[in-house]
């Protein structure tokens, strides 16, 4: 899990990880799986950087217990997550539901309304990065 935290942050800092079959002998021993590559973000919208003088990276750990929800919700900045326990689902506006399980990445919406909910027994884990700009707020709740 260490490791697939590491690349998470190696990624969103534009660190450049070989992939797959890139990846060849490594005589040190380590082993680099591409877990996710996309243009887009999970309910489709095409990818969209914050253009700041000011960029910020903000790292999370966010729990949601058994039957909880995050709440209506919004992100002006790209938002990458891991799930690293338990299965979330995720409701966007327009309805549109996708469902995330232990070890899945995702991609947040920008600007598009959702809400994340924990339908199950055990905890949702949820490592997340936030790439924004300083004094820009990560979330915007909605009523």
Same mark, same amino acid.
């Given at each position: 899990m260490k490791i697939a935290t590491a690349l998470v942050g190696l990624l969103?800092? $534009?660190?450049?990880v070989a992939r797959g079959a890139d990846v060849g002998e490594n005589p040190s021993g380590v082993t680099v799986r591409e877990i996710l590559k996309t243009s887009v973000t999970?309910?489709?919208e095409k990818l969209r950087y914050p253009v700041t003088d000011r960029?910020? @990276?903000t790292a999370v750990e966010i729990e949601i217990a058994p039957g909880g929800r995050t $709440?209506?919700?919004?992100?002006p900045v790209p938002v990458l997550a891991w799930v690293v326990s338990g299965t979330l689902t995720v409701e966007y506006e327009g309805?549109? @539901?996708?469902?995330?399980?232990? $070890?899945?990445?995702? @991609?947040e919406t920008v600007t =598009?309304?959702?809400? $994340? =909910?924990?339908l199950?027994? @055990?905890s949702v884990r949820l490592l997340v990065f936030y790439v924004g700009a300083e004094g820009t707020p990560n979330t915007t709740k909605r009523p």
């Open positions: 969103l800092l $534009g660190i450049p999970a309910d489709g960029p910020e @990276v $709440g209506l919700h919004s992100h309805g549109l @539901v996708r469902t995330f399980a232990a $070890g899945d990445p995702l @991609v =598009r309304r959702h809400e $994340g =909910r924990n199950g027994t @055990v």
